[in-house]
């Protein structure tokens, strides 16, 4: 499936002589959004090719890995669980778009702890789930693995060889390692990460298959899901100059880093880049009431 190329046109862009173009995975599904899709495709065949009929996931109450997995599943044709981080969710769930939605599209929820859920990856807690459940294929939290990773290095194509630099937000490394796995040989990646800390790198690089790759992490704003006023309006105002919605957790940081660092000078006159839209525009509505408890401004939806 091929997403579209959009050409950013901004007067910073003009003045430092930058080429940017953004690769719209955001559009490739209605409902399966961008690096979604991608991380998704190879891990049901692969759940299908060994008979499974459920899928076990794990995810925050705005995780838009969660909503992917559930309408996915359902299209193809299986039961997914989806193990959420937060027991108090147990009972006001409902009143939480992404949730409600997952829920729409057969879902059933496991709300837990945040003490239990950092036990997501020990064997004896999955066999917990084993007894509760019944088998179900596990995909992990955010989707990242190597069927992810393999489903990812299909977003560049040949007609992305012109461009000197990719980006990509980073959230759990399998998209990146994706891009640099695919990447042309004398392209640059550069992931932007989301979340506080530089443990990813050491992800990364057992995932990837070369050097030419760089984490930036000075744009998290705080860790993974924090977001402040500057981030608010920078999202509105990339929106209205170029019709294109980021979302707050992942895309809206990295074109912000992306396009601090143009304003640095970090890039020669006559660069080409390509920033990857890897989606996640679906948990806007939820974090507006976030915001909205927190007496900010809204995103645009």
Not at 56 to 64: D, Q
Request: some cysteine; proline content about 2%; hydrophobic content about 40%.
């Amino acid at each position: 499936m091929q997403s579209k190329s959009q050409i950013v046109q901004l007067p910073l862009l003009t003045e430092k002589q930058i080429s940017l173009v953004v690769k719209r995975e955001d559009l490739i599904h209605p409902f399966i959004s961008g690096n979604k899709y991608r991380k998704l495709k190879y891990n049901l065949l692969e759940a299908k090719k060994r008979g499974h009929s459920a899928i076990l996931t794990f995810g925050g109450a705005f995780s838009n890995h969660i909503a992917a997995t559930a309408f996915a599943a359902n299209e193809k044709g299986f039961n997914s669980i989806g193990v959420i981080r937060g027991d108090e969710l147990k009972d006001s769930w409902h009143h939480n778009t992404t949730l409600r939605k997952a829920h729409e599209d057969g879902m059933v929820f496991k709300f837990v702890s945040r003490q239990d859920y950092r036990l997501k990856e020990d064997a004896s807690f999955l066999s917990e789930l084993k007894n509760e459940f019944g088998e179900f294929y596990l995909v992990p939290e955010g989707g990242t693995n190597n069927f992810a990773v393999k489903g990812c290095e299909e977003i560049l194509t040949k007609e992305d060889e012109e461009f000197d630099f990719v980006c990509a937000s980073v959230g759990t490394g399998g998209t990146v390692s994706g891009l640099i796995n695919s990447s042309f040989s004398h392209q640059a990646v550069l992931g932007f990460s989301s979340l506080k800390g530089d443990f990813l790198e050491k992800d990364i690089r057992s995932m990837a298959k070369n050097k030419r790759w760089k984490l930036m992490s000075d744009y998290h704003f705080g860790g993974y899901a924090k977001i402040s006023q500057e981030l608010v309006c920078f999202i509105n105002d990339f929106k209205e100059k170029t019709n294109i919605p980021l979302d707050p957790v992942y895309t809206g940081k990295m074109m912000f880093g992306l396009l601090d660092m143009i304003m640095r000078d970090s890039f020669v006159k006559g660069t080409k880049i390509v920033a990857i839209h890897t989606g996640g525009t679906q948990g806007i509505a939820g974090m507006n009431s976030v915001l909205k408890k927190k007496n900010l401004s809204l995103l645009d939806i």
